[in-house]
């Protein structure tokens, strides 16, 4: 029997959520409409194989990266989605260390001409970025050339999505990425499947995202991935109440420190420190208050 207090369908900013969602072998449909409706693709995406989220650096000691969702199309396009929600200095440095794997990944052993299929890094927010002070909630990248402003190079693609300035109700919707981010934005809100969703296949989506269609272990994981987030939550809430502003805008170590410390006191799991703060998770071991 579903838990009432968790509404009827899933929180899509949850990991389990996201992943149910977008990244399942069951919502590979949803993903390619998705993808079609953010990307100026001329050829439509057919197919997608998800693809090891985990990829390792060249040496021993390199760093790794994790994804949440890496993917290929039938034209070996590559798409790396990201679900970001907590705010983070240099996440486009981030997304720019992620795509250095897959290029990695493109080289071919013996004889090879150095040719690339594209790349598309898409960072799906849950703050705004810094460097993109507009008002505007979608962003793409590419390598332009900064007097021409012709673009130079297309095989390399960063698309950001600034969840938190996509203010449009239902009646202002204009194309259909709207309503796939309208849904995201207020899925948690919803006790029915609203009417306009009908015969869209952001249907197939309310049917996967409904807690009572979910197994009994799909439930629990979600569950603890919704314990996880609200968790997450309350650590930027004790953060403020502290008096000290979380994010870019500071980047000074002290105030990292101090909002760590008061994480600490009030017993915050030390993974949710981390991902607050920046801070390793050395750097928090050795803080005494």
């Not at 929180?11 to 953010?38: A, C, H, M, R």
């Not at 040719?115 to 332009?144: K, M, N, R, V, W």
């Not at 995202?209 to 314990?227: G, I, Q, T, V, W």
Request: proline share 2%.
């Amino acid at each position: 029997m579903t838990d009432k207090s968790l509404g009827t369908f899933i929180n899509p900013f949850t990991d389990f959520g996201f992943k149910k969602i977008f990244g399942s072998e069951e919502s590979k449909p949803l993903l390619i409409s998705f993808l079609n409706d953010l990307l100026p693709i001329k050829h439509k995406i057919v197919s997608l194989e998800f693809k090891n989220i985990e990829k390792l650096g060249m040496l021993e000691e390199d760093r790794r990266a994790i994804f949440d969702i890496y993917c290929r199309d039938e034209k070996n396009q590559e798409f790396i989605v990201e679900l970001q929600r907590a705010k983070q200095e240099h996440f486009q440095d981030r997304a720019t260390y992620y795509a250095s794997f897959l290029i990695q990944d493109q080289a071919k052993k013996g004889k090879w001409d150095f040719e690339l299929t594209p790349i598309y890094f898409i960072g799906i927010l849950d703050f705004s970025l810094a460097s993109f002070p507009d008002d505007h909630y979608l962003h793409f990248g590419q390598l332009t050339d900064i007097y021409s402003k012709e673009v130079t190079f297309k095989k390399l693609n960063f698309i950001y999505i600034e969840m938190a300035k996509f203010k449009k109700q239902e009646s202002e919707l204009a194309n259909h990425l709207e309503w796939w981010l309208y849904f995201l934005r207020e899925l948690v809100t919803f006790d029915d499947m609203p009417r306009e969703f009908q015969g869209d296949i952001i249907e197939d989506a309310f049917a996967l995202a409904k807690l009572a269609n979910m197994s009994y272990e799909d439930r629990h994981a979600y569950e603890l991935s919704l314990k996880y987030y609200r968790d997450f939550i309350n650590v930027l809430d004790t953060a403020k109440q502290e008096g000290i502003e979380i994010g870019i805008e500071m980047g000074i170590e002290q105030e990292k420190i101090k909002v760590a410390i008061a994480l600490k006191k009030n017993d915050v799991p030390l993974e949710l420190i981390m991902v607050a703060t920046g801070l390793t998770r050395e750097e928090i071991e050795q803080l005494s208050f």
